[in-house]
């Protein structure tokens, strides 16, 4: 089982930034897809970026692409999502996800969320 706590979420201003973190703990292993996922109010749950633990390519959304960056720091066992140039439209709850691709139907392990509020 893994555990994965979500921090960092809060209220910015458009055009601003947030940087969102992921401890993750439990027993996981290097080849776990980790990913983020944003909820806005009466949407979907959908994807925002990925990357394999261990390393190698990273995945992202059309909609935050040159705005968000993916990483992760092996020795603290967390995973980062540095948003820049925040529009109100990234208003959500973001939830951080392991499992064994960037699909949200392989993602079987999930963090309670944070929330990005983003005004104008």
């Known amino acids: 089982q893994v555990q994965l706590v979500e921090s960092g979420g809060g209220l910015v201003q458009a055009g601003g930034s947030l940087r969102l973190s992921c401890v993750v703990s439990g027993r996981f292993f290097s080849w776990y897809m980790m990913g983020w996922f944003r909820q806005a109010p009466g949407k979907e749950r959908e994807f925002v970026a990925a990357t394999r633990w261990s390393g190698g390519s990273t995945y992202y959304a059309d909609s935050v692409k040159g705005r968000f960056t993916i990483s992760r720091d092996n020795a603290k066992t967390t995973v980062y999502l540095e948003m820049n140039s925040l529009k109100t439209e990234d208003t959500a709850v973001y939830y951080c996800?392991?499992?064994?691709?960037?699909?949200?139907?392989?993602?079987?392990?999930w963090g309670k969320g944070t929330l990005v509020t983003v005004s104008s």
């Open positions: 996800a392991a499992g064994s691709s960037p699909n949200y139907r392989d993602m079987n392990n």
